[in-house]
C-alpha cells in the first residue's frame, strides 16, 4: 500500500528500517551524497535527508559505506553454475547480484518447455529476483544433433504465457534470422505478437546482416565485443551486455566516452562454478572493469539502471525513493567490496553469508530422471572399419578454447576396429596418438550413437564422461581406452548424469549431477571442490586443454567452429554438412 | 512478418519504399550518417548502407536532408486543441509529430470514463499514434466544486484496461498523495497493481515532500521546473518533462550537462489553437530549446528516443532497424523544418499538408449532448442582498496569468441586488467597477450555480461565456451586463457548449464547441481565425487579460491560487475553504 511510505516519508508513522550513515551512489545524477535510507514495504521511501527525528522500527548503522544499488545480471544462464537456483541465489546474493534475467536454455534442450516450467517454479520466492527468457534455440544446430526437445513457435507461445517469463532467450540462430528460416521467423513473429522483450546471439555478424538481425527486433547482444562492434550496435539501437571475457582497456575507453550510455550493460552470461566461487559474479565484473579504466560510476550504471531500463524493471536499479530497497553496502566503489546485501529492504547478506535462509523445495521426480540410456560395454566405444588401416576425419582441439579444427590421419584397423595409433596424413605423416570421443544420446526412444576421433591429446590416458555437454546435452566420453569410456559413462548414468573421470578403473573424481544431468544439490564450496578435483584429476590423465570443463562441455557443441561430433555424427560446422569419420580404408 | 524486413535487407524481395539520399541522425551514438533507408512492412529493415542495387517498390529521393525520428509528445492534453483528434493529428502531423501521450482529463470532467472511452475509441485508426493516460484526478477539487463525473479507484481500473489506455495520467492531487489521501492512495494502489506507468505534477513540492510523492511509484513530472527542481526531480530518478513556458538558456545549460540525459524529456502539455496554429507543436519546442542553447541533438533525443523510452514505445524513437518507419526530414537541425513526414513508412504529410486523407468519424450522440442546463434570463445573474450596501469579496485577476488575489469591495444594493460600482474596503477606499462572474453547473440532475465579482477589469463591457473552463468545464460566464451575460450563455447553451462574446447585445464571437462542450469539428485554420476574432472582440470590450483564453478558461480553476469562483461558491484556494461572496450587509 502506496501509503505505508507516503506516510513514513512524512513521519506519520515509522519506517520499517532505516539505514543510517551511508554515501548514496546516485546513479542518474552521478552524485554521491551523504544520507540515511528510510524503507517501507521492502522499498525505497525517501535517500538522503530524511528529516530530523525520522523514525524506524530497526536502523542499520552504514558505518559511512557507500550505498549502491543492488547488481542486475541481465543476461545469464543458471545451469552453468550447475547448482540448483537456491544455492545459488545463496551463493551470488551475498556478492551482491540480486536480479537476474535467465535464460534456461539448457534444461530446455534436456527436458523442452518442461524445463523451462520447472525452472520457473524453482526460482520463484528466492532472495534472488529471477526473470526468465524462453529459450529461443532448441536444438542449437537442428538437423546436426538431437536434443531431449524442439522447440518451435507453438512452445515458444506457450513459455511465454508462464508465470515468470519475461521474453524470448538468446536468438542463437542468427543465419536463420538473416536467412529467413522458417522456424526462426515463426518463433519471432510468435514473440513479437507479445511485445516481450526479445534477445539476440550475433558473434562477428555485421553490416547488412547485422541490420537484418536487428530488424527483427533482436536488439540486444551479449557475444563478441570489440570498441568496432559496439559502435555498430549501439548504431543499431541495440543494447550491447558486455562479458568479461572481451573486456580490454581500450574497450573500457570507448565506452567511458559513448554517447549511448543508457544502453550499455555489463553481463556474466556462463559463470562456471569455479570461477564463480574464485572471483565472484557480476560485483567481479564490476571490479575487473574498472581495473581496466572504466569509470566506476559507468561500471555501476551498466549493472543496476541500465540493466533495470532494459529488463523493464521499473521500479529497480537505483537508490531512489518508490524502488524496491535492493541496496548493497560496500567500502571501495573500485573493490566492489560488498559487505552487506539487503533484498526488497531486508538484510539478507552480510560479509559473504547469507543472513536469512533460503527456500528450498526439491526439484520434481521427473527433472531427476533424464537418463533413458542403458549401461555400456567397451565395445560400444570401438569404430569399426574393415581393412587393415583406415583414414580417419580428426577432431583438433587447440588446447585453449572451444575451437577446432579438421586433420586427417591414418589409423591402423585391428581386429575390424580403428586404433587409435596412426600418423597424420598430411605432408610430413608424424605419428599421433588420438583420443576416442564418443556421443550417446540420452533421451527417450533414441538410440543414436557416433564414434570420432580427437588430436592434439597425445598424452591423455583415462576417459571422462559428462552428461553436461553443449547443446543437447548427450552423454558425452572421451577417453583413451575403450575400458576407461566405459566405466566413466556407466558411473554417470548410474548418477542420474554427472562427470566423471576414469583412469584404468580407478575413479578419480565424480561429480553428480542428477537434476536433467545438469544440476545438482551441492552448495557453491563443495561443488567447486569438486570441480578442483577434477582439475586435478585431468592434469593426472594429462588432459592438454586449459579449462577441463570448456572442453568436456564444448566439443559436441555444433555450432561453434569447426568441427565437432554430435549424436548424429561429425559435423563440419563451418559448411554445414556431416563428414563421414572414417573416409575410407585400405586394405 | 519479419521475414519481409530480413528478406529485404537481405536483397531477396524489393524494399517497400527506399528514402534515398539522407543524413541519418543516430540519437543513440549521436552520428549522422549519409545514407539511405529501407523500409519494409512499414518498419526501417536497414538504415545507412543498403548495399548496391538495392531495390524497392517505390523510392523517395531525400536530397540530402536530414532524417530524424518522429517527435513523440510524452505529455499533453488533446482537448486543449478544441480539435477532434482527427483534425489535431492532421494539424500536428506534417509538424512532425507522430505520437502522443494524451491525458483526457477535460473530457473525463464532462463525461467521465464515458468520456475516456471514446477518446480511445476516437483516436484509433489515426496517422498519429496517441497512448491514452487514465485521468486520476477528477475532479480536481473535489468538495470545492463539480465535474461531470468523481472518478475513483474502481473507475481507474477499469479505464487502464480499455484498448489504447497505457497508464495513469498526472496526479495533480500531490498534497492528496503526500498526505496520504484516501481516495488518492486507492487510485495509486490500483495503478499500481498493473505495473503501469504512472505520470505526476508536483508544482514546487520539494525535499521529503517530494519524495513522498515519488515513492507512490509517479516518477515523471511535466510542471515548473529550473535547474535546482530539474536536478532534484532527476535525483529522485523521475522523468523530466520540460514545457516550453520554463525554457531558459541557464536551464538549458543545465540539461546539456546533466549526466542523466535518458531521463530529460520535451513536452507540450497545452497548446491553445492559436499556439499551435503560429508557432507548431513539438517542432517549436526543439527550434526554441535550441535557439536558447541547448544541443541539437539533446533536444532531438529529448522528444523522440526518450520520449519512447518513457512511453515504453520499444518499437520507436529512432531511424535504426526494428523501428517502426516514423521519420522526418528536414533541411535544418536548428530549424527543425520539418518538410516531409512519413508514418509507418507512408509519406504521411509534405510542405506543411497532409498528402493521406486523416479518417474521420463522427463522435457518438452522447459526446454531442452535454448541456444538461435551461436557457438563462438576465434575473439569473443577479446577486441578492438586504441592505443598502454591502461588504463583497472580490476576486482580482493579475491581467496576465491565472494567479487571483482576493480583495474587499464596498458595493451598493439597489432592488435586492448587488451593484458592480463599489469602492475598495481596504485603506485608500478609491473606486472601482466590478465584472460579475457566474459559474452554472452544466451536468445532469444538478442546478447549482454561484455568482460573484472580479477585479481589476474596470474598462470591460459585454460578456464572455464559456463551457471550456477548468477542470470541471462547466458554463462560466464573465460580464459587465446581465443582459449581454444571459445572451452570451444562451448562446453557448444552444450550441451545445462554446464559446461567446456578447456586447450590447450583439455577438461578436461565437465558438461553438458542440463535442462535449470542450471540441468542435473545425480544422486548424478556421478555428484559429475564430479565437483571433476572440481576441479581437476581447480588445473591443477592454478585457485587461494578455490572454483571452487562459482568462476565460482558468478563473473557475479551484487548484491555482489564490481565489476562484466554482459552481459550489467562492474557494479559498491556499485556505482551502469557502467564502461568502457577500461578507456583510449595512442598511
Redesign the interface.
Known amino acids: ?3 505505508n ?3 513514513a ?2 513521519g ?1 508513522r515509522p519506517y520499517d528500517r532505516i539505514i543510517k550513515n551511508v554515501r548514496i551512489v ?1 546513479v ?4 554521491i ?1 551523504p544520507g540515511n535510507i528510510g524503507i517501507a514495504d521492502g ?9 530530523e527525528g525520522a523514525e524506524a522500527l530497526e536502523t542499520v548503522d552504514g558505518k559511512g559505506r557507500f550505498a549502491v544499488p543492488g547488481f542486475i545480471d541481465s543476461h545469464m544462464h543458471l545451469e552453468s553454475s550447475m547448482m540448483t537456483p537456491a544455492h545459488f541465489a545463496e551463493a551470488v546474493v551475498p556478492m551482491g547480484t540480486v536480479a537476474v534475467a535467465a535464460d534456461p536454455h539448457e534444461i530446455a534442450n534436456v527436458m523442452g518447455k518442461r524445463g523451462v516450467e520447472i525452472l520457473c517454479e524453482m526460482t520463484r520466492d528466492l532472495p534472488l529476483h529471477v526473470s526468465i527468457m524462453a529459450p529461443s534455440t532448441v536444438p542449437s544446430a537442428p538437423g546436426f544433433e538431437t536434443a531431449g526437445a524442439s522447440l518451435g513457435a507453438e512452445d515458444v507461445r506457450e513459455m511465454l504465457s508462464y508465470d515468470g517469463v519475461l521474453g524470448l532467450g538468446e536468438v542463437m540462430d542468427f543465419n536463420g ?4 528460416d522458417e522456424k526462426m ?1 515463426a518463433i ?2 510468435e514473440a ?1 505478437k507479445t ?1 516481450c522483450l526479445m534477445d539476440g546471439h550475433v558473434p562477428l555478424l555485421k ?3 547485422l ?9 540486444c547482444d551479449h557475444t563478441y565485443m570489440d570498441a568496432d562492434s559496439v ?1 555498430e550496435k ?4 541495440m543494447w550491447v551486455q558486455i562479458q568479461e571475457r572481451y573486456f580490454t582497456p581500450e574497450l573500457m575507453a570507448y565506452l567511458n566516452d ?6 550499455i550493460l555489463l553481463a556474466t552470461d556462463d559463470v562456471p562454478i569455479s570461477r564463480l566461487a574464485e572471483h565472484g559474479h557480476v560485483d567481479h565484473l564490476v571490479r575487473k572493469a574498472i581495473s581496466m579504466g572504466l569509470k566506476p ?1 559507468n561500471a555501476y550504471r551498466y549493472v543496476t539502471i541500465n540493466a533495470a ?1 532494459r529488463l ?1 524493471m ?2 529497480s536499479g ?1 537508490v ?4 524496491w530497497a535492493d541496496i548493497l553496502l560496500l567500502d571501495s566503489l573500485e573493490q566492489a567490496d560488498v559487505s552487506a546485501v539487503f533484498c526488497k529492504g531486508v538484510l539478507t547478506a552480510e560479509n559473504g553469508k547469507m543472513t536469512v535462509p533460503v527456500p528450498e523445495k526439491p526439484f520434481p521426480a521427473d527433472a531427476c530422471a533424464t537418463m533413458s540410456i542403458e549401461p555400456l560395454a567397451p565395445e560400444d566405444f570401438r569404430l569399426k572399419a574393415d581393412g587393415s588401416r583406415a583414414l580417419v576425419q580428426v577432431i583438433v582441439q587447440d588446447g585453449k578454447t572451444a575451437k577446432t579444427s579438421p586433420r586427417k590421419a591414418w589409423c591402423a584397423v585391428a581386429g575390424g576396429c580403428v586404433e587409435r595409433e596412426g600418423v597424420w596424413a598430411d605432408g610430413d605423416k608424424v605419428p599421433c596418438s588420438l583420443v576416442k570421443m564418443a556421443v550417446f544420446n540420452r533421451y527417450p526412444d533414441n538410440d543414436r550413437r557416433s564414434i570420432g576421433f580427437l588430436g592434439n591429446l597425445d598424452q591423455f590416458r583415462g576417459a571422462i564422461a559428462t552428461t553436461y555437454a553443449h547443446d543437447c546435452h548427450n552423454l558425452t566420453v572421451y577417453g583413451s581406452s575403450d575400458e576407461d569410456m566405459a566405466a566413466a559413462a556407466n558411473l554417470v548414468i548410474r548418477s542420474g548424469g554427472g562427470v566423471a573421470a576414469v583412469k584404468d578403473g580407478r575413479v578419480l573424481a565424480h561429480i553428480a549431477l542428477p537434476i536433467a544431468g545438469l544440476l545438482c544439490e551441492d552448495r557453491m564450496e563443495v561443488l567447486a571442490k569438486k570441480f578442483e578435483n577434477l582439475t586435478r584429476a585431468a592434469e593426472e590423465m594429462k588432459l592438454n586443454h586449459e579449462e577441463v570443463l570448456s572442453f568436456i562441455t564444448l566439443m559436441a557443441l555444433a555450432v561453434s567452429p569447426e568441427i565437432k561430433l554430435t549424436d548424429l555424427g561429425l559435423v563440419d560446422v563451418v559448411h554445414k554438412c556431416f563428414v563421414p569419420c572414417v573416409e575410407k580404408t585400405e586394405e
Open positions: 500500500m502506496v501509503r511510505l507516503t506516510d516519508v512524512m506519520r546516485n542518474f545524477t552521478e552524485e551524497i522499498m525505497i521511501a525517501c535517500a538522503g535527508d530524511l528529516g534470422v538473416v536467412d529467413s521467423t519471432i513473429d513479437q511485445g553490416g547488412r546482416s541490420q537484418a538481425f536487428v530488424s527483427a527486433g533482436l536488439d559502435a549501439l548504431r543499431c539501437g559513448s554517447p549511448a550510455q543508457g544502453r560510476m531500463d523493464r521499473y521500479r537505483a531512489a525513493p518508490g524502488k
